[in-house]
């Protein structure tokens, strides 16, 4: 079952990253301004996100050919990224990339290329910022068929998975937390930071979560995606409490007694709830953004997210000062630019590509 709705909530969540990379002196509402600083939370929805579908996805099959699994993540995400790498090389090849932090040279695109600069300080940030995500992403793809094994043959059932990925979830950011301490955080650039914000292991919880919630789906499958009045209270709900966790984070971070890593999967927990009222509900919202134009939009997310940084870059350069002179008149240009270009490579790149590979493995 394939659930439309959330595949426009992936658009909103790569829009939000935009916002907060290049929308920061966007001059907007009092109450709408700790959205712009919501980025590395709305990674973190992917991560959770990722999970759930690909649990519902290769559940769907029955059997997972760990080839076919592979081919299909590969033509999924190639194409584009390097498209988006290539682009961000002829922008940024050679430069310093923060604060005389790590360079943008030859060391960077071969773990880029491979999908391992999150590995490896000083590098995540390297040449295309945001593709720390995707480094993060081959990660977890490479580890979901041993996951999903051990959930097949173990028999385990959603309920025992889910307390199992809330323990692995509460280690997980008490580890963070702790490291977040002066003894070991220095702040940003630094390799403590690129350790706990853009490491593969730091995010883990977040897929783990997503696996678990697509068990609960797959299991109880007949339960989910029904109307009723009570399940589209329960989605309004879960909309309303995600939405004002990160719109008081601030608050959150001053009663806090310890530190808490928001930008490091702490959400995630929040995220899964919220995706599993999604599929829960059949509702006149889901409906409503299950129509093709919201559905498109969601799949021209990964392009629109991966190719924001060298798309600005040129923005910038050669277009902004020709459109206003102010953020507040240049960024909805470039927004309306952005989503086109997403939805143009798509088409142009991301559906052929994906045939493309299937083409030349299965030969």
Same mark, same amino acid.
């Given at each position: 079952?394939?659930?439309?709705?959330?595949?426009?909530?992936?658009?909103? !969540? @790569? +829009?939000? #990253? $935009? =916002?907060?990379?290049?929308? &920061? *002196?966007?001059?907007?509402?009092?109450?709408?301004a700790? /959205?712009?600083?919501?980025?590395?939370?709305?990674?973190?929805?992917?991560?959770?996100?990722?999970?759930?579908?690909?649990?519902?996805?290769?559940?769907?099959?029955?059997?997972?050919?760990?080839?076919?699994y592979?081919?299909?993540?590969?033509?999924?995400?190639?194409?584009?990224?390097?498209?988006?790498?290539?682009?961000?090389?002829?922008?940024?090849?050679?430069?310093?990339?923060?604060?005389?932090?790590?360079?943008?040279?030859?060391?960077?695109?071969?773990?880029?290329?491979?999908?391992m600069?999150?590995?490896?300080?000083?590098?995540?940030?390297?040449?295309?910022?945001?593709?720390?995500?995707?480094?993060?992403?081959?990660?977890?793809?490479?580890?979901?068929?041993?996951?999903?094994?051990?959930i097949?043959?173990s028999?385990?059932?959603?309920?025992?998975? !889910? @307390? +199992?990925? #809330? $323990? =692995?979830?509460?280690?997980? &950011? *008490?580890?963070?937390?702790?490291?977040?301490?002066?003894? /070991?955080?220095?702040?940003?650039?630094?390799?403590?930071?690129?350790?706990?914000?853009?490491?593969?292991?730091?995010h883990?919880?977040?897929f783990?979560?997503?696996?678990?919630?697509?068990?609960?789906?797959v299991?109880?499958?007949?339960?989910?995606?029904?109307?009723?009045?009570?399940?589209?209270?329960?989605?309004?709900?879960?909309?309303?409490?995600?939405?004002?966790?990160?719109?008081?984070?601030a608050?959150?971070?001053?009663?806090?007694?310890?530190?808490?890593?928001?930008?490091?999967?702490f959400?995630?927990?929040?995220?899964?709830?919220?995706?599993?009222?999604?599929?829960?509900?059949?509702?006149?919202?889901?409906?409503?953004?299950?129509?093709?134009?919201?559905?498109?939009?969601?799949?021209?997310?990964?392009?629109?997210?991966?190719?924001?940084?060298? !798309?600005?870059?040129?923005?910038?350069?050669?277009?902004?000062?020709?459109?206003?002179?102010?953020?507040?008149?240049?960024?909805?240009?470039?927004?309306?630019?952005?989503?086109?270009?997403?939805?143009?490579?798509?088409?142009?790149?991301?559906?052929?590509?994906?045939?493309?590979?299937?083409r030349?493995?299965?030969?």
């Amino acid at each position: 079952m394939r659930i439309e709705a959330l595949t426009f909530f992936r658009f909103m !969540a @790569a +829009l939000t #990253v $935009v =916002f907060f990379h290049f929308g &920061q *002196a966007l001059k907007i509402p009092h109450f709408m301004a700790p /959205f712009l600083t919501l980025g590395p939370e709305m990674v973190t929805f992917f991560f959770a996100l990722s999970g759930f579908v690909m649990m519902i996805a290769s559940s769907k099959k029955g059997q997972l050919s760990t080839k076919d699994y592979y081919i299909a993540r590969i033509a999924r995400i190639f194409p584009v990224y390097l498209v988006a790498l290539i682009w961000a090389c002829t922008l940024f090849y050679g430069q310093i990339f923060c604060r005389g932090y790590g360079f943008n040279n030859l060391k960077a695109f071969f773990l880029s290329l491979t999908l391992m600069q999150s590995w490896f300080p000083p590098y995540p940030l390297s040449l295309n910022d945001p593709a720390w995500s995707l480094s993060v992403e081959g990660f977890f793809y490479l580890s979901f068929p041993l996951l999903f094994f051990m959930i097949r043959k173990s028999g385990i059932s959603g309920k025992r998975l !889910a @307390a +199992l990925s #809330v $323990v =692995f979830y509460l280690a997980t &950011q *008490a580890v963070l937390s702790n490291l977040m301490g002066p003894f /070991f955080y220095r702040g940003f650039p630094s390799v403590a930071h690129d350790l706990l914000y853009y490491f593969p292991l730091s995010h883990f919880c977040s897929f783990v979560f997503g696996v678990a919630g697509g068990h609960i789906f797959v299991c109880n499958q007949e339960r989910f995606h029904k109307r009723g009045m009570g399940r589209f209270v329960l989605f309004i709900v879960a909309l309303l409490a995600t939405s004002a966790s990160l719109h008081f984070q601030a608050r959150i971070d001053q009663w806090s007694e310890v530190p808490l890593a928001f930008d490091a999967s702490f959400y995630s927990l929040l995220f899964i709830l919220f995706v599993m009222s999604v599929a829960y509900s059949d509702n006149i919202i889901t409906r409503f953004l299950s129509l093709k134009p919201f559905v498109l939009l969601g799949n021209a997310s990964y392009a629109l997210y991966i190719l924001q940084k060298p !798309a600005f870059t040129v923005f910038q350069n050669h277009i902004a000062r020709k459109v206003g002179s102010t953020p507040n008149q240049q960024f909805p240009v470039f927004i309306v630019l952005l989503v086109l270009i997403s939805i143009a490579a798509y088409y142009l790149i991301e559906k052929p590509g994906k045939k493309l590979v299937f083409r030349l493995f299965s030969r």
